[in-house]
């Protein structure tokens, strides 16, 4: 939400603590993110209808890409539990690698009323062909029942759409839509042998598992990345898909007549899947049309690349609290100062909000450290200065030496042993240490713990009203808890922060992050 309005009138501690910033506790195993897909580069796919669920209890007609038989893979291969069926929103993310020969063979299995279908791959020069297929408006298409193939090299790297190409109005409304993912044929050795191997000594020395598709999302230094999200934006208007569903009926052969204006849509979904949808599992078995969710988690310092998706009729403006999103590359072309290849920067912008545009994609880079917060994000105090060292690089973070075994890599360390100063927002004279509010008027849960600290024991790391620790005898916070910071990360059109106009819903989620020495496990 957007709370600097709401500054003048409370304090920068109760800010803090009732919005930007919540230290969270999942009861649940942590339902993570990561890019999953299906790997090729040949894929058979088909068009077909099925029913998706949304958080208000309706199930909603829709079309969609699904496996018409079973994938040569999956990936990241240490995610388990993985499926495609035979009609998804969205569609199977494709992942291929640059200079393969993609072969993406559609059966078209939509209602005959619904006539024919196709898919369209933006940016790559495609060929088709196909007993059971037509020339369409803009590629060919398959009849209903039958197959259609295309053909195409994935000559550069980067985040893509595909959709249908045929009577995109009411197609790609119905759920025609995903992702295909190009991974660099070569990535830069900065990617493996500057910090961020240091990074992923990090995650090894913490038993963490890597579930990059990449080192880099394009061969480049500047676009290395630790962690690696996916993000669909997409609108449904019900109003179309219960006519379409009606319409399925006829048995006559693409006949259907679904009047695709005014448009009114009332779910705001994010990988097909609405708050709080989004923020449970991959592959979740409740949702055996929609595998994918939104749920990303990092580690101080990491750098996570977004991959972003316009695939819906509106613009949506999605802001990832805690930090601006450096833009690498719009729709797989990396955005440089210079075509001289001696001189290439990076000349994206650094975004508030990541406005999707339908058909669209974004690649950009997120991270955050707590620089700036002005206090110790790791509740270290004057007395326990001595347990835990921070010693700035050049940019004033912790990271030399041996820093990445440290739980608190990466910390600002201008703000090291700083304590939460309780005093009024704009005042600098200072305070005391703060004291955390009352349990009693201020709930702590799910995604409070009662501790502006990282970590599972951030409890037992502050001081509460009764001037001991724990602060508040609060259920949450056990040492097995993930205790990370929770930004919402949302879409800035408030009502599409609702499901059927009811809030909290649509395009929401938590981006959580968590301490070193909490275990971010993407394999479910
Ligand atoms: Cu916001």
Redesign the pocket.
């Known amino acids: ?3 600097m309005n709401m500054q003048k009138a409370i304090t920068k501690q109760q800010l803090l603590l009732a919005g930007m910033l919540m230290a969270a506790l999942w009861f649940a195993p942590a339902a993570l993110a990561a890019v999953p897909g299906i790997t090729g580069p040949t894929f058979n796919l088909s068009a077909r209808a099925e029913y998706i669920s949304q958080p208000d209890g309706s199930s909603v007609y829709s079309w969609g890409y699904g496996c018409s038989v079973a994938p040569s893979g999956f990936a990241p291969s240490a995610i388990t539990g993985t499926f495609c069926s035979n009609m998804q929103v969205p569609g199977p993310t494709l992942i291929v690698t640059q200079g393969q020969t993609v072969v993406v063979t559609l059966t078209n299995n939509l209602p005959n009323a619904a006539g024919n279908t196709s898919i369209l791959f933006p940016g790559f020069d495609v060929t088709s062909s196909g007993a059971g297929s037509q020339r369409g408006l803009l590629t060919q298409e398959a009849v209903p029942g039958g197959t259609v193939t295309y053909t195409f090299t994935a000559t550069t790297p980067g985040t893509r759409a595909y959709y249908s190409g045929t009577q995109g109005d009411l197609q790609v409304e119905m759920g025609m839509y995903g992702a295909i993912i190009v991974l660099p044929s070569s990535t830069p050795g900065e990617c493996t042998s500057s910090i961020h191997s240091s990074n992923s000594s990090a995650q090894s020395f913490h038993g963490e598992s890597n579930y990059r598709l990449a080192a880099a999302a394009y061969n480049h230094p500047e676009a290395c990345y630790d962690r690696e999200y996916i993000l669909q934006f997409s609108e449904m208007d019900p109003r179309i898909h219960h006519e379409a569903e009606q319409q399925a009926l006829r048995t006559c052969t693409g006949c259907m007549t679904v009047a695709t204006e005014p448009y009114v849509p009332a779910y705001f979904m994010i990988n097909g899947r609405s708050m709080p949808d989004d923020m449970d599992p991959n592959y979740a078995p409740q949702y055996p049309h929609q595998p994918y969710n939104g749920n990303p988690h990092m580690h101080p310092g990491e750098l996570v690349l977004l991959r972003i998706i316009g695939q819906g009729r509106w613009q949506h403006p999605f ?1 990832e ?1 805690g930090n601006h999103v450096r833009v690498l590359a719009r729709d797989g072309n990396l955005i440089l100062s210079s075509p001289n290849p001696t001189d290439p920067n990076l000349a994206g912008p650094l975004l508030f ?1 990541t406005t999707t545009t339908p058909g669209q994609t974004i690649d950009g880079i997120f991270y955050w450290t707590g620089k700036g917060l002005n206090w110790d994000p790791y509740g270290h105090n004057p007395a326990s200065g001595s347990t835990l060292a921070c010693s700035p690089d050049a940019n004033g973070y912790n990271t030399g030496g041996n820093a990445y075994q440290a739980i608190n890599y990466f910390e600002w360390c201008q703000d090291h042993n700083k304590p939460l100063q309780a005093r009024p927002m704009g005042d600098v004279a200072g305070g005391g240490p703060a004291t955390l509010p009352d349990p009693t008027i201020f709930a702590n849960g799910a995604w409070f713990g009662g501790s502006p600290y990282l970590g599972p024991d951030a409890t037992v790391r502050a001081v509460g009203t009764t001037g001991t620790t724990p602060p508040s005898g609060t259920v949450a916070n056990s040492p097995t808890d993930e205790a990370g910071f929770a930004f ?1 990360w ?1 879409s ?1 059109n408030e009502r599409e922060i609702t499901t059927n106009n009811i809030f909290p819903g649509g395009m929401l989620m938590m981006m959580l992050v968590d301490s070193r020495e909490f275990v971010i496990n993407e394999s479910n």
Request: charged share 10%; hydrophobic share 35%.
């Open positions: 939400m957007r709370l802001h609290h909000t919402m949302h800035h």
